[in-house]
């Protein structure tokens, strides 16, 4: 679905900040009244923040980028 593992998530600002946004966007839908929404919010927050802070690894695709340019050679 989504490479979590691309160095663009490098900066802990900019995960924090999609794990913070996600999970807030979930309580502010809670809030109003609308558990759906709140449950999906609430589900790709904790999706994100245990693929940002529990098996991030922005050098995988580093390394598979030069495997694969190994290869062609």
Known sequence: MFNFDLPFYRPLWL????VILSLGWAIVELTTGSPGFAILFGAVGFFA???FFVTFDPDKEA???TEASKDID
């Open 15 to 18: 995960r924090l900040g999609i």
């Open 49 to 51: 923040a245990y693929r």
């Open 63 to 65: 390394r598979k980028t």
